[in-house]
């Protein structure tokens, strides 16, 4: 017996900034419907997927700010996408930024969601490692304004589970840190899906600008193998007003290799049969945790923020 669920990576070309949401989510529901007549159960869309990447640019009032954000989801611009996909009978993650009154005030998050084939919101995620700058850097090429906009997410790294499988979610830079996947693989993830927007350009280390594609996989791939899950990554990619993005959107194995990988930096959707049950062979024997971890020689990994040269 395999568990096998049909998974496409819906890459996204860039969103301009003047894009309303119904433009967008045509799009997506586009995606939608190939992925459906690829026989996928499941499409995963990038991060912030209904708007240009807007933390690229510093906004001097609130209001300039929300219009990016969404106050329900499904909202009545958002609902043809979960309709569509409820009649297709394929489920969804995207990214997109939430604001929602909570503890008696405004909270705005970069927020992902697991959506199952009847169009229910089975699992939410708020991201936990904000990159960037809180204040305005002129000097930069462009903003990443992430620490002004959000909020450190406040929901961890929830697995469900839902599509015959344990599945869990992250958010783009939570992709390049092992605590991310190993907090998901102690509850026995066994599919980790996450959407990116990464310029090719990192106006702080410039140097690492020819190494984006590499680290990218780099991190996906040896969290998959280290977990024994699977990773589907999904890129919004291309030149999105002005800026480079970087593509390479994948579906990687639990062997930590890539078997489906888009190869343009615009709208493309790639898939793969993901045979859930592959997950076992590895947290079975070299990745079994409860077996071969050792967790009271990692103490200072939760102890310590930074590190601390004591040598
Ligand atoms: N959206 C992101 O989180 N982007 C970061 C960039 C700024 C480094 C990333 O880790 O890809």
Redesign the pocket.
């Given at each position: 017996m395999s568990r096998i669920v049909t998974v496409g990576a819906a890459q996204l070309g860039p969103i301009a900034r003047s894009e309303t949401r119904p433009q967008v989510v045509s799009r997506l529901v586009a995606l939608l419907e190939q992925g459906k007549s690829h026989g996928c159960d499941l499409v995963v869309f990038p991060?912030l997927a209904l708007t240009t990447?807007f933390?690229r640019w510093f906004f001097e009032t609130q209001d300039e700010v929300d219009q990016f954000f969404e106050r329900e989801m499904p909202g009545p611009e958002t609902a043809p996408l979960f309709d569509r996909a409820r009649e297709l009978g394929v489920g969804f993650y995207i990214g997109y930024a939430e604001a929602v009154i909570e503890e008696g005030r405004e909270r705005r998050f970069n927020t992902s969601i697991i959506v199952d084939k009847d169009g229910k919101i089975v699992s939410k995620y708020r991201k936990i490692?904000?990159?960037?700058h809180a204040e305005h850097e002129p000097w930069r090429a462009f903003q990443?304004l992430?620490k002004r906009y959000f909020e450190t997410g406040n929901l961890g790294w929830p697995v469900v589970r839902a599509f015959d499988g344990l599945m869990g979610m992250c958010?783009?830079?939570d992709?390049?840190w092992p605590e991310t996947y190993r907090v998901m693989g102690l509850q026995g993830v066994e599919m980790v899906m996450l959407g990116?927007?990464?310029?090719v350009h990192?106006p702080p280390a410039p140097e690492h600008d020819r190494l984006g594609d590499f680290h990218n996989h780099l991190v996906m791939q040896s969290a998959a193998y280290q977990n024994g899950t699977w990773v589907v990554g999904v890129a919004k990619a291309g030149k999105e007003e002005g800026c480079d993005l970087i593509g390479g959107s994948v579906i990687i194995a639990p062997t930590g290799e890539i078997v489906a990988r888009c190869v343009t930096t615009g709208d493309e959707l790639v898939f793969a049969r993901c045979d859930l049950d592959l997950c076992a062979s590895f947290k079975n024997t070299i990745f079994n945790f409860a077996m071969h971890r050792e967790p009271q020689h990692y103490k200072m990994i939760v102890e310590r923020k930074g590190a601390v040269i004591s040598a």
């Open positions: 991060e990447f933390p490692h904000l990159p960037g990443h992430e958010i783009c830079n992709r390049r990116y927007n990464t310029p990192n």
